[in-house]
C-alpha cells in the first residue's frame, strides 16, 4: 500500500487553483462600454400647414346644344386639345335649314303686301286700323325668321375657351335634347387646387399667400398662390374651402390629380428633439432609445414616441425629458442596465 505524503498533495492543489480561467469582475470599470451622449433638447421649428386636394383647370365649362336633333359631327377625343371658338360638334341641320327657308318665304310674301298696302297708305286710301295690321304681321314674320336662323345656328356648337376634352358624353350618331351636357372643356394653362383648411388654422391663411404644391403622380414641386377662402365652413367638417392657383408650363399637370399643399405658418411650436441616430427600433417596431443615468453611468432603455424628421434631428412626442441624456454612438452594444463610459 502506498502512502500519501502531505506535501505532494498540497502542490496538487496548488497546480489545479492556477488553471482555472481569470474571470473579471462584471461590477469593474473594464466591463463598461463606451458610449457618445448628448441632452434632450427643446428646439423652435415653422408649423407649416400641410393639407391634400385635388385639381381643376383654371376654367371648366359644361357644353350642350340648345336644340335637339341627331349628332352627326364631333371635332375631338377626349385628352385632345380645343381651339377658342372652334366647331366642337353639329347636329343634322336639315330640319332648321326647312324651318328657316319657310320663314324667309314668309317674311318676302307679307313683305310684298306691306309694300302695296303702303302705297295705299300714302295716298290715303288705306285706313290707319288696316295698315298697322299690316305692320305688325311683317313684325312678326321678320321675328319667326330670327328665331328659324337663329336654331339654324345652334346646330353648331363652339367652344368659348382654349383647353382640353376633358370628357365626351355622346358619340356621332345619338339622338340628343336640349340643355342635354355633352362635353366637358377644361383650360388647364393655369391650374387651380381645391382644399379644406381645419377652423383652428384659419387665421394663418391670407389671400395672395404663397404655398408649396407638390404633384405625387409628377413627382414635381410648383408654386402656388391662395386665390380664394371660403366664408363659411362645412357644416359637418367645421373646415373652409381654399383655392390655390399654380401655372401650369408644358400642359403636365392635368384635372383629377391629387396634389399635396404646404403652406408656411409665421408661428412657431417647440418640440423635444433628439438626433436621429438615437431613435433604435427592436422586433416589434417599437422606438426606444437609451438613456444615461449620470450618478451610476448606467444605460436605461426608454420607449418613446417618435414624431417628424428636421434636417438630422427628430421630434419626440412622448417618453422623454429635456436634458435627459440619451445615447447617440455605441447604442448597438447596449442592453437595458448596461454600464457605460461617456466619451468626450
Known sequence: MIKKNPYFILLIFIFLDGCQPYSRNPGSSDSSIPVVTQKVASNSFSRDISLSGNVEGIKTV??????????????????????????????????YAIAKELADIQVNQVQDEYDRLKLMHDNNSLSESDFAKISFGLQQAKAQQKIHTKNLADTKLYSPIKGVLLKKFAEVGEITGVGIPLFVVSDISRIKINTYIPENELHNISIGQTAKVHISSLDKDYEGKITEVGSAADPASRAFSLKIEVE?????????????????????????????????????????????????????????????????????????????????????????????????
Do not use: C, W
Not at 350642350?64 to 385628352?79: S, T
Open 62 to 95: 359644361r357644353l350642350g346644344f340648345l336644340v335637339a336633333g341627331k349628332i352627326d359631327f364631333i371635332a375631338a377625343n377626349e385628352g385632345e386639345a380645343i381651339s377658342k371658338n372652334s366647331l366642337l360638334s353639329s347636329i343634322d341641320p336639315e330640319s
Open 248 to 344: 401650369n408650363p408644358g400642359l403636365l399637370i392635368r384635372p383629377g390629380m391629387i396634389a399635396e399643399v404646404t403652406i408656411p405658418s409665421s408661428e412657431k411650436d417647440k418640440y423635444l428633439t433628439v438626433p436621429f441616430v438615437a431613435i433604435m427600433h427592436d422586433y416589434s417596431d417599437q422606438s426606444f432609445v437609451f438613456v444615461i443615468d449620470p450618478s451610476k453611468n448606467i444605460a436605461y432603455r426608454r420607449n418613446v414616441s417618435p414624431g417628424r424628421l428636421v434636417n438630422d434631428l427628430i421630434e419626440v412626442v412622448s417618453g422623454l425629458e429635456i436634458d435627459e441624456i440619451v445615447v447617440t454612438g455605441g447604442q448597438q452594444k447596449l442592453n437595458d442596465g448596461s454600464r457605460v463610459i461617456i466619451q468626450k
